[in-house]
């Protein structure tokens, strides 16, 4: 053997071999020596890898990998091939390798030698392998059929030992269990269907033992105790010894196919059954028209038995006004085939009478060797009266659609108008075929179409009812309040097919109503007049015998003062009751503000208390810190006054009368937090049977006399509570009194009921010497204003009537810097001065100083730069508003 020195060969090794190789010191972890692939690999020079650690130049890509490879230097700690470490490159980046560690015991200290392995083209390998895989898998996955395959390892005998290579996911899904509970091929017999299960396994031990392929119709058994039918195609691989290795698997969910042939053979079978016991009928001609075979409906329909026809002509029977028509119809249809067009005819039944025959499904039979015509009818007698029947009752029910006072009309899903009747016609102002197509907002210019295409698409969106009443305007320009209906327009299998649309112009109805409540309102004014009237007289005596004691002198100094002050008193609580009766009886739409309900209660109460029996105790039991409520006062005033006084007429023999407030929910609101103010009024009077207390709320219902009540009472208060999305509930027992729970609901807590004391001032507010114009009719308070405002440093223009004061205004010549007007006046009322003077100066100041501000005198609003102060007022109120509108403090 040749003899090599073995440094030229140990360098040698370290130059040729493919590896990267370091040799290391494994105490300091510095390198010795490296061959010229590691240079290659890192792009470092040979100096600089040199002079870096072990640890600098490898890495782990999980954590603990320095560590493990610090410790392969041990003599208890080494690994070969081991893959998932990187090395480091000079332009930073890594390299994928697999290392080699090993330990090489030499003198004087053992060294350290790390083989690593450029891991690139495996890795590669490796990663286009799994793609293949992966596509690969999801092909399979996709197979409308679920495929398996298994090997098999060594094993004692031939069901054992075999173990999944892939399982489609359907697999699992065709059984209802997930892929992971199939662990071995043969668990796929616990979801066979246990009647079947057993010829399953045979089936299965005859392939593995000898047998060759084998296909199987069987259930498989769901987890919710379903079946599905599944064809299994089970293929076996054998070993040179005959040995089974491998078994591939094709299982495909049939259960639709089976169903479907099974529906066939049903189908088939009943059809046998249809066509014997069916009464439409099948005749079979021959081609010169003679009947050679006839259903048993024939029986049925003219009372001919099968048998009898056989051999006659088919025209036989038909009624010798339609043979001809019949005939032509025939050869129509066998010279058209594909073309079933029914043709009527009339029929004389066995009895003589006639029937009404449809005949239609002519065909040629196509089996050459039958040359025959197989012809279906049917018997339409009753059909064709309720034809008729039923065009009767179209015309019917169109003349019922186009009499409707109500607009009507149906659209598509899209919103488009598709038809309506004449009062719709007259709404639009336009035919309804010339709308079809359109929308709403495509059609209506006003804000409240698009709120109803909104509503229309809520509709079609929730299949719900809405319901809306607004004021619209029609194409002429007329004002209507409509109670409008969109619903949901439905077929026969209850989908939505479009929208019905119902609208029924309530504006005379609601002026109806409007004076009735009106009309209730001063009948309940009326029954207040007479404690009014006894309490007025009592106020005017003190002021008319105060004032003449001091007139004639027989008071005099603190005399004197003391009934001066006591008229005062006695003026405000006239004009205090004024105020209130004036509020009560005015005719006004709702205006909801935040109020103290105990205050309106007060209120009412000091008028009820001059018309309720003395012998009625009247308690009132507020709660102390009751929030407010969102109302409008003077239609919750009423409601006290109609309650009370209902209550009244309930104890004509004396009785308690109770009021109480609190904050609480109806029982309906259950879950609610405290949304509602509750104002009780009870009595022990009579109380209310069951059936007086169902009707109660019904408008001119009364237990009371003739000429003793409108019957409007308790419907208006009902009406009042739900406009304010509130609610009236009712306990009564006959002779245990009655109890009525109004709730209102609540609103945000504010100071804005600022009474008549509050705005009284002693004291003169000077002003800066401008021109007000007065006009007012009554000279008393002319003369009254005048002096207050001169007193306060204006100079002032007076005017007796309307006409006057547009005239002085106009003299005036700019200079006059606010008018009060008074609302009734003669010539021209307080609304129409102000419109004159605004004409002449858009920016003059307007006080409207009058103790009625209704009938159109006064604007129905509070324009900008007006204000409105109520009579009587004193004259310090007076100059203090004119101040403050001149100088806008």
Partial sequence: MTAYDQAELAQALLSEIGDALFLLDPDTDRLLEVNPVVLRLTGFSRA??????????????????????????????????????????????????????????????????????????????????RRVEAELRTVLSSSPAALWSAERAAGPDVFSGWLFRYVSPLLGRIAGRPTEFFDHPFKWAEVVHPGEREAYRVALRRVLTGGGDCEQLYRVQTPDGGARWVRDRLQVVRDAAGRPTRLDGCVTDVTEQWAAE?????????????????????????????????????????????????????????????????????????????????????????DGGTRVIEMNGVNRLDDPSVRAVVVNYRDVTERDAAVRELAKQHALLEGLFASVPDVVCYKDREGRFLGGNPAFEAFA?????????????????DEWAVRMRAAEELVLATGRTERSKEWVTYPNGRKALFD???????????????????????????????????????????????????????????????????????????????LLLATERAAKQAAELTKQMLGFARRQPLRTAVVDLNALVRESLELLRRSI????????????????????????????????????????????????????????????????????????????????????????FTTKGVGQGTGLGLAVVYGIATAHGGLVEVTSE????????????????SDERAGFRNEVRTDFPRGGGETVLVADDEAGVRDLARVALELSGYNVLLA????????????????????????????????????????????????????????????????????RLNKPYIPSQLAAVVQEMLTGA
């Fill in 484 to 562: 409008t209906v969109v619903a949901p327009l439905r077929g026969d299998d209850g989908a939505t097919l479009g929208l019905i649309v119902v609208g029924r112009d309530e504006t005379e109805q609601e002026r109806l109503e409007d004076a009735l409540r009106q009309s209730q309102k001063m009948e309940a004014v009326g029954r207040l007049a007479g404690g009014i009237a006894h309490d007025f007289n009592n106020l005017l005596t003190v002021v008319l015998g105060n004032l003449e004691l001091v007139r004639c002198g027989a008071a005099t100094g603190p005399d004197a003062a003391e």
């Fill in 48 to 129: 600089e890898v040199l002079q870096f650690s072990v640890t600098y130049l490898f890495r782990f890509e999980a954590a603990g990998g320095t560590q493990r490879l610090k410790g392969a230097f041990t003599k208890t700690v080494v690994f070969h091939g081991q893959d998932g470490f990187l090395l480091r490159t000079k332009g930073d980046t890594w390299l994928p390798v697999s290392l080699t560690v090993s330990r090489l015991h030499l003198a004087p200290k053992p060294l350290g030698l790390i083989i690593a392995r450029d891991d690139r083209e495996r890795r590669s390998a490796l990663a286009q392998a």
């Fill in 734 to 749: 006959p002779g245990a009194g009655s109890r009525f729970d109004v709730y209102l609901p609540r609103g945000i807590a």
């Fill in 262 to 350: 099974e529906a066939v053979r049903q189908s088939e079978g009943r059809f046998r059954a249809l066509v014997e016991k069916s009464r439409d009928g099948i005749l079979l001609l021959d081609e010169r028209g003679t009947v050679k075979y006839a259903t048993p409906a024939i029986k049925f329909i003219l009372g001919f038995a099968p048998e009898a026809v056989t051999g006659l002509e088919a025209f036989a029977f038909v009624h010798p006004d339609d043979v001809s028509a019949t005939r032509k119809r025939l050869a129509y249809s066998l010279s058209h085939p594909g073309e079933d067009v029914p043709a009527t005819f009339r029929a004389i039944a066995a």
């Fill in 800 to 867: 007796v009537d309307g006409a006057e004061a547009v005239n002085a205004f106009q003299k005036a010549n700019g200079q006059v810097k606010l008018a009060v007007l008074d609302a009734s006046m003669p010539k021209l009322s307080g609304r129409q001065v102000f419109e004159a003077i605004r004409r002449i100066d858009p920016g003059v100041k307007v006080l409207f100083a009058s103790g009625y501000h209704g009938g159109g005198l006064l604007p129905e609003d509070e324009p900008p730069g007006t204000r």
């Fill in 613 to 700: 029996d003395p012998r009625i105790t009247i308690r009132f039991v507020p709660e102390p810190e009751l929030r407010p409520v969102a109302a409008d006062p003077v239609q919750v005033q009423q409601v006290v006054m109609n309650l009370c006084l209902n209550a009244r007429d309930a104890m004509p023999d004396g009785g308690t009368l109770t009021l109480e407030t609190t904050e609480a929910d109806p029982p309906s609101e259950a879950g609610a937090v405290r949304r509602f103010v509750r104002l009780s009024v009870s009595d022990t009077g009579t109380g209310m049977s069951e059936e007086v207390r169902a009707k109660i709320f019904d408008p001119f």
């Fill in 429 to 445: 102002g336009r035919p309804a075929a010339d709308l079809a197509g359109l929308r709403c907002d495509e059609v209506f210019a």
